[in-house]
């Protein structure tokens, strides 16, 4: 799943596993979106909650032109970290800030799924940088 990485600032900066897809013509100006997978549950649950939105995303970045961004939340193979409900809304919020300051995106929304919808919620209550969530 992961193609890409970026690193929290809390817990010391753990380095989080992602998959990011970039619109033509690059990631500066563009709107960006942050993907919440739901909470792992099920046989492959960890390994495969995250695996199945880079198609969304890369559809999100062909399609729409906004740089998409699915993070593998602390806890989640290819991410430092143990999990936390408290962590993982860190981690969404440390999605944003690179999809904001790391990436240019002209702004930055989330969207979740799950457990990762009430994340994307919560996120976009909690930094008024974040426009909406859905």
Do not use: K
Request: net charge negative; glycine share 18%.
């Amino acid at each position: 799943m992961s193609n890409h990485s970026f690193r929290s600032e809390q817990d010391g900066g753990l380095t989080l596993a992602a998959h990011l897809e970039r619109p033509t013509g690059g990631t500066r100006g563009r709107p960006g979106v942050v993907i919440c997978h739901g909470f792992p549950a099920g046989e492959g649950g960890g390994a495969n909650s995250p695996a199945t939105f880079p198609e969304l995303a890369a559809r999100i970045a062909r399609e729409m032109g906004w740089v998409a961004l699915v993070p593998a939340p602390r806890g989640m193979p290819g991410s430092d970290g143990f999990f936390s409900l408290d962590g993982w809304l860190e981690d969404v919020l440390a999605a944003a800030r690179h999809l904001l300051v790391d990436q240019g995106a002209s702004g930055v929304w989330t969207a979740g799924f799950g457990t990762g919808g009430a994340l994307a919620v919560c996120a976009a209550a909690a930094d008024e940088r974040i426009g909406g969530a859905a």
